[in-house]
């Protein structure tokens, strides 16, 4: 599974790093980091609904307060 | 309207605009020979003897537009007919010379090259005169003056001499492309080449960024221009050109000050990499010093890197103040990850070719970098970034020392300290142009408030130290 985070500019302002620091941080916590893969880019073409993350080719909207909640939902319930 | 420093560039500036204007609409091969008149039209000349000469340099600026002559690696060309053919007789004594009783000129020369005939006035003999100035220095009257072309008194690393016909000519072996006598010649008679026909086609070929993608990599120093619109406009207008996104080269920086500041540690010693004009300074005139250039790229060709390495088919142009740049992109090692590279001037003839007035567009962001990665744009905010990324890593022993070189001149003496081992820094900064980056050739305005715009847009920046804003790159 791939995990892609923004880190426009846009998504920057946003709260990208906190949402990719959380993220390094719960995929280490639930030890799954050999079957995930985290990635960074330069925009995604949708800054209005950032912070934008896609897993695999699917997109979601995260910011640093829900990010738990995505990652339990979307990553954690897929990988396992 | 637009803010130019001088009429040459906005001359210079004209013939981009119409260049790209064409080649937006793909009829440029049709209508390259209609520019000039486009341009001067009529029959009154404004800035040489007659309209058919103004014409006849502006073709040549058109050349030049379109990326210039193919078989000179430099990217700095003189423009033969547009060349004054300055005199150029170094320190004259001229009729203002009164023949006073108190001859300070003579007494101030310590070569002897001062001498008076019977009326008391004052000549120079060429044989035995060093053009110290002093005797002009000390003239009451101001009668002493230096004929020097601009150009070669611009090029502080002596590269410009005249050619039989004397004509300004560039030893190629000797420049270092920082563009000084671009921006010095009054009459506009050196140009950088210009590659925006590259960022027009690979804007067009990527068909509205679906093919691949064109990144827009935006030197710090913008913070300084385009002063009569908001930054957050000017990245909308790079959108609206057709850019993919617009990425801070501040970030390449931070990933700069990061890696250079570990490097040093371990060198010991190291000379920046980051001014193309400077490190070709040091590889051209003091070789036996290149072994101490850090082999860290430029913040430029670091971002590029980044990008490419993410995305191997995006391309990447580089915006900015620099004519050494286009150089830098040149080099083998810098080549693969940077595809063109432009100036402000050419930017701003970009925008205007497709009638895009940036004033009129909402702001867009642009924070990918920390403070101290913004302030590379001037002199000092590299060295003040390398202290702070040694502070992050908790590095404690190893005391930074820095020799901040404001301008080639002091990066020359620098070096030549360095040599003879009286050198008191384990860092030199080297800055080809005055005020670093702010001062580059490629600027619309060099206004020197611009340190203190760039300071203001480091300080807006979101993060506040290297280490958090490069810690989403790993």
């Known amino acids: 599974m791939k995990i892609t985070v923004c880190i426009g500019s846009s998504c920057h302002i946003k709260g990208s790093r906190q949402v990719v620091e959380k993220l390094q941080e719960l995929i280490g916590e639930s030890a799954i980091g050999d079957s995930v893969e985290l990635d960074g880019t330069f925009c995604m073409g949708k800054c209005q609904q950032g912070v934008c993350v896609t897993v695999d080719d699917t997109f979601y909207s995260v910011s640093p307060d829900n990010v738990n909640v995505f990652f339990d939902e979307n990553v954690l319930k897929k990988v396992r | 309207m637009y803010k130019f420093d001088t009429k040459v560039q906005h001359l210079k500036y004209k013939v981009l605009r119409e260049v790209a204007r064409f080649a937006w609409e793909d009829t440029l091969l049709e209508h390259v020979m209609e520019i000039p008149g486009i341009i001067v039209p009529g029959k ?91 005797c002009a220095k000390v003239c009451p009257y101001t009668a ?51 590659y925006i026909l590259d960022v027009i086609d690979l804007i067009k070929k990527s068909n509205e960024n679906k093919n691949y993608k064109v990144y827009a990599v935006v030197a710090p120093s913008i913070s300084s221009q385009f002063s009569y619109a908001g930054l957050g406009q000017v990245i909308t207008g790079l959108k609206e050109l057709g850019f993919y996104t617009v990425v801070e080269t501040a970030l390449g920086a931070d990933m700069v000050a990061d890696a250079e500041s570990r490097e040093l540690v371990e060198k010991g010693f190291l000379t920046s990499s980051c001014c193309p004009a400077f490190v070709s300074y040091i590889e051209k005139n003091h070789p036996e010093l290149a072994e101490h250039i850090s082999h860290n790229l430029s913040p430029m060709a670091t971002i590029a890197r980044y990008l490419k390495n993410k995305d191997e088919n995006c391309k990447v142009v580089f915006i900015g103040p620099c004519t050494a740049k286009k150089a830098e992109a040149q080099k083998d090692e810098v080549k693969p990850f940077v595809d063109v590279v432009m100036t402000f001037e050419e930017l701003q003839a970009l925008f205007d070719s497709k009638d895009i007035d940036i004033t009129t567009l909402p702001e867009s962001d642009l924070d990918n970098a920390s403070f101290f990665g913004r302030i590379f744009a001037r002199s000092g905010g590299l060295s003040e970034a390398v202290a702070q990324a040694m502070k992050e890593h908790g590095e404690t022993e190893f005391k930074l020392e820095p020799c901040i070189c404001n ?7 620098a070096l030549l300290k360095k040599k003879k081992g009286v050198l008191d820094a384990n860092f030199i900064e080297g800055m080809a142009c005055v005020g670093g980056c702010i001062g580059g050739a490629g600027c619309l305005t060099h206004e020197a408030k611009s340190k203190g715009e760039v300071d203001k847009y480091g300080s807006q920046a979101l993060e506040k130290t290297i280490t958090d804003a490069i810690s989403v790159l790993k």
Not at chain 2, 112 to 123: I, K, M, P, R, Y
Not at chain 2, 159 to 168: G, P, R, Y
Not at chain 2, 407 to 413: D, F, N, Q, S, T
């Open chain 2, 44 to 134: 009154v000349p404004t800035m040489r003897c007659c309209v058919y000469k103004e014409r006849a340099i502006l073709a040549d600026r058109v050349r030049i537009a379109v990326g210039g002559n193919k078989d000179n690696p430099n990217v700095i060309e003189v423009i033969e007919t547009a060349c004054d053919e300055c005199p150029m007789g170094g320190y004259e004594v001229t009729n203002a010379c009164r023949g006073c009783l108190a001859h300070r000129c003579v007494d101030a020369c310590k070569f002897g090259a001062l001498s008076l005939d019977e009326n008391h006035t004052a000549h120079i003999d060429k044989t035995l005169c060093k053009e110290c100035g002093a």
């Open chain 2, 144 to 194: 002493i003056i230096s004929l020097k072309r601009p150009c070669q008194n611009a090029c502080k690393v002596k590269a410009i001499s005249m050619n039989d016909e004397w004509v300004a000519a560039i030893d190629n072996s000797k420049c270092i492309a920082c563009g000084a006598c671009v921006y010095q010649c009054p009459f506009g008679a050196i140009m950088d080449k210009s």
């Open chain 2, 407 to 413: 301008g080639i001149e002091e990066c020359k003496l």
